[in-house]
């Protein structure tokens, strides 16, 4: 996954915006090859949308031949209605560009048949020749689209019942009025959004700040939908700084240097548009998607941490879904051999010597351990300055205060770690 | 290997207006319109976009300029050389004559006006002067909503004959009539010209339209003769009552508006003023009537304007009480008040009648009305706009019809330039305060700037730069029947 840091909500937009633009040109969609989008609605995107309208007028990109699926739609209010998702889409993107009212689709909840609308809109995507990019945004309990808290990370188009989180967090636009605001929506569920080509996240504001931290350094788990994007193989996820709060110093580091490493990386390597995936599709990649072994970058870190399995945000290859028609940006970046070694275990190229040789990379020590994984240079991690292999008891994570435990790794047992070696409270 | 082909798509008879600033309630907002010439009506534009999967034809750029709705003129005698109110041979011929070029000033609808006249002119006149938008059979109107037939006739104003004679002004005091009954109305009038008409269109079938009568609107005196009795006969029949050239007490006044009296004709001009035991007409501004200003510049002092304003700012109609002589140069011009040759002078905005004294109505057009208005008045554009948009429209009933850029309404638009001058007006000052001399030395010292006129009075006023509104274009039922030549 990659993930990109900006400064302000408005350069996270603009970065978001920049990026879809470039990937429409880059596809030179046509009539017979539409480009596929899909698009989210709230607060979040709006600057996105925006900045697209902007690049529209100023002739930067044109949206004849784009193709857009929306993510939901309430169901029960009019098409009209003042908050409806279609209202929305026409005010802030739709009325202002070249798009073919014929090109649009969103979900319609005044459907006779809403189980058959759902069926049907999977139809259509798949028609379209599925989504190309999903546009997604993140609720505050880490939802994508309307998909809850507790949502089936595997699920299709569906009917949804609103959280009263959601209610009241979108009763604003109600006149705050929660009474009013429909309790059920149609949505596409998580499996359609993993379906697309690549997957854009948007994450604006502290609000989302937790949220954020679930999805992206916590496990997959069906509480924070959006974690299940850490399935996808070709993800981004694009936030402002006030995002990060709560996430750990050391991956908002981490995923910075990454990005400086990538932009020199394109500078030289031009984005590769996704029309013509090379023969060594990531089908062939071997990895389980849901085996993932802690990945850290220290043995101490590994008491509380191994057992619930939820730290491989260091691991930067990319991973198959049952999806066998992806073949997207990142992927072919990550084949290029600096940090993504040859797939196949039996083989060690020269290239894992490269990455184990980086300063930035170094083996991860705790993959030795690993059962079944013989390749230990493919999990490389970060160095950190001070954090050696053989480094000592420093417990240098917050997460651990009040935790004392032994947890058991690979059958080995590992020193409990004491709270009092927290470095204070908070 | 060829690019693929694609047919055109077909025409939608939708054009977008985009880059502009549109009227939409009492403000100017940064907003999309689009307009349909097949129906003639403003188009809910994202209806057309889900719903009938249309997308405009043409997308027109305005530069950010102002899209109103058409202006509506209450009270209009005549322009161009043509008075409604004179039976010619070659009426109808000429009355087309004027409507293609009064749209051409922003006026797309209007209500032709008669002053007082024998019941022989007005049985002759009144049935060229029908609703001409409406979907009538009539001999006069050729093809109903059509867009080059020019502004629109909403129906007559009659002013008069059922007149006080002490606030005639130029009215013929021999052609007033004093009304005892509603057969005295159908007298003058003719029955028919008061009666509301129902058609069933052909395609339809079930459908009623009704056409409103040819009389849309009766300036009266309601203290005059029987007159109380028969504002709610007139009110059923979907005639509007305004009171004016009328002498009529608070009370008078009052008791009119509960019979259903929706309007006051020309505030102040024509009437008694307001005293401190006796409001007059004036008493019952705010209660509910609408009211016609004539802000020219000369009918009414700048003061009195903005107080009119603020008394009841929502019931402000701005109308011109043009004369025939509107668009014409300065000169002496013929006219009859259907008793003998008379003579207009006009001398820049000022008409007068010749050897009276009397403003004889204005020769202002109304985008100079409204400039004046601003300029007097203080009031914010928006709501200067309404007072010949929305205002009128939901004085004549017309509300969501004409007068609106709302989807559904009729797609008659005028695109304005809008500049402000940063010097305010100065005439009030300079008129009160200042020696003729020094007047006449301010004028001079800044040529560029002013425009002298004289006023009624003969006395010099200064206009100085104000407000400029320009009429860039100007649609008819959705489609461009004039555009401002660079």
């Known amino acids: 996954m990659r993930f990109i ?15 879809i633009v470039d990937r429409i040109n880059r596809f030179s969609p046509t009539p017979k090859h539409p480009f596929a989008l899909g698009l989210p609605t709230g607060s979040t995107p709006l600057g996105v949308y925006q900045i697209l309208v902007e690049k529209y007028k100023a002739g930067e990109v044109s949206f004849e031949n784009v193709v857009t699926f929306n993510m939901d739609e309430y169901i029960g209010i009019p098409r009209h209605h003042p908050e409806s998702y279609h209202t ?13 009212p014929r090109n649009v689709h969103i979900l319609n909840g005044n ?57 009241l967090a979108n009763s604003r636009f109600f006149g705050g009025d929660s009474a009013s605001v429909p309790r059920t929506a149609l949505t596409v569920g998580v499996q359609t959004v993993l379906n697309a080509r690549e997957v854009v996240v948007l994450v604006l504001g502290p609000r989302k700040a937790l949220a954020l931290q679930r999805c992206l350094e916590g496990g997959v788990n069906h509480m924070w ?128 010597l490269d990455l184990a040789d980086d300063d930035d990379f170094v083996p991860d020590s705790m993959s030795s351990r690993i059962i079944g994984d013989p390749n230990p240079l493919r999990r490389a991690t970060p160095s950190s300055p001070g954090e050696g292999q053989d480094d000592d008891d420093d417990v240098d994570d917050e997460m651990m205060q009040g935790v004392a435990e032994v947890s058991v790794v690979e059958g080995t047992l590992m020193r409990p770690v004491e709270v009092s070696r927290g470095r204070g409270l908070m | 290997m060829s690019p693929p082909t694609h047919p055109p798509p077909p025409r939608s008879g939708i054009t977008k207006f985009t880059n502009c600033l549109v009227l939409r309630g009492n403000s100017l907002v940064r907003d999309d ?71 051409k000033t922003g006026v797309t609808s209007y209500l032709p006006t008669l002053t007082s006249q024998t019941s022989e002119l007005y049985k002759k006149v009144l049935p060229h002067l029908s609703p001409s938008g409406t979907t009538t ?83 009266l005196a309601p203290e005059v003769g029987g007159m109380m009795r028969v504002i709610p006969k007139l009110v ?64 009414l002092h700048p003061a009195t304007v903005k107080l009119a304003w603020n008394i009841h700012p929502e019931g402000l109609i701005l109308v011109t009480d043009a004369m025939h002589v509107l668009g014409l140069p300065d000169g002496r011009y013929p006219w009859t008040n259907g008793e003998g040759e008379h003579w207009i002078v006009k001398k820049g905005r000022v008409l007068e009648l010749e050897g009276t004294g009397s403003i004889a109505g204005s020769s202002s057009s109304l985008v100079e009305c409204i400039e004046t208005f601003l300029r007097h008045s203080g009031a914010p554009l928006p709501l200067a706009l309404r007072a010949v948009t929305a205002t009128p429209a939901a004085m004549l009933g017309l509300q969501g019809v004409k007068g609106t850029l709302d989807p559904g309404a009729d797609a008659d638009l005028v695109v304005l330039s809008f500049s402000e001058s940063e010097e305010e007006e100065q005439v009030v000052n300079k008129v009160e305060n200042a020696e003729e001399g020094t007047k006449s030395a301010a004028a001079e010292t800044t040529p560029g700037n002013t425009v002298t006129t004289p006023n009624a009075d003969g006395h010099e006023q200064k206009k100085q730069r104000g407000p400029d509104l320009v009429v860039e274009e100007v649609w008819k039922f959705g489609v461009r029947v004039y555009r401002r030549e660079e």
């Open chain 1, 111 to 167: 459907a006779p048949d809403l189980a058959a609308e759902c069926t049907e809109y999977e139809a259509k995507i798949r028609a379209a020749g599925g989504i190309e990019l999903f546009l997604a945004g993140m609720g505050e309990d880490g939802h994508i689209a309307f998909n809850e808290p507790g949502s089936s990370l595997a699920s299709h188009n569906c009917i949804k019942a609103l959280s009263h989180s959601t209610v």
């Open chain 2, 33 to 103: 319109i689009w307009i349909s010439s097949v129906t003639g009506k403003i188009v809910d534009a994202q209806s057309a976009f889900y719903d009938s999967l249309v997308v405009p034809d043409t997308a027109i750029d305005l530069g950010g300029r102002i899209v109103s709705p058409g202006f509506i003129d209450c009270q209009l005698n005549g322009a161009f050389g043509f008075n409604f109110s004179t039976l010619t041979d070659d009426y109808a011929d000429r009355l087309r004559e004027l409507n293609k070029k009064l749209i």
């Open chain 1, 5 to 19: 840091i900006r400064d302000d909500p408005t350069a996270a937009s603009a970065h978001v915006a920049n990026y």
């Open chain 2, 236 to 299: 059923r029949r979907g005639i509007v009552v305004s009171m004016g050239h009328s002498e009529a007490s608070y009370e008078q006044a009052k008791e009119a508006v509960g019979k259903g009296v929706r309007m006051v004709t020309h505030l102040l001009n024509a009437m008694r003023g307001m005293q401190q035991r006796e409001p007059g007409i004036l008493g019952v501004l705010g209660a509910g009537p609408y009211f016609g200003l004539v802000c020219d510049g000369v009918h």
């Open chain 2, 137 to 219: 059979t009539t001999t006069t109107t050729t093809t109903p909503r059509n867009p080059l037939n020019g502004a629109e006739s909403l129906g007559a104003h009659a002013e008069g004959p059922f007149l006080n004679p002490l606030r005639n002004g130029v009215h013929n005091p021999s052609a007033l009539r004093t009304a005892r009954s509603f057969t005295d109305l159908e007298d003058v009038y003719g029955a028919e010209n008061l009666r509301p008409t129902t058609t069933t269109p052909a395609e339809t079938g079930k459908m009623m339209n009704v056409v409103p009568p040819t009389v849309r609107m009766i300036t």
């Open chain 1, 225 to 352: 939908t959006l974690s299940a994007l850490q399935l996808h193989p070709n993800a981004m996820i694009v936030c402002d700084e006030d995002a990060t709060l709560e996430l750990q110093v050391k991956t908002v580091k981490y995923f910075k240097e990454i990005e400086k490493l990538a932009q020199d990386h394109d500078s030289h390597h031009p984005l590769r548009t996704t029309t013509n995936p090379p023969k060594n599709a990531m089908s062939t990649a071997t990895t389980p998607a849901l085996t993932t072994s802690p990945t850290n970058t220290s043995p101490e870190d590994a008491p509380d941490r191994g057992s619930t399995s939820d730290e491989h945000y260091y691991t930067y290859n990319a991973r198959t879904t049952d999806l066998d028609t992806f073949m997207a940006h990142f992927t072919q970046e990550a084949s290029e051999p600096r940090w993504v070694p040859d797939p196949d275990p039996n083989t060690n190229s020269d290239s894992d």
């Open chain 1, 88 to 100: 929305f889409m026409w005010k802030h993107l739709f009325s202002h560009i070249n798009i073919h």
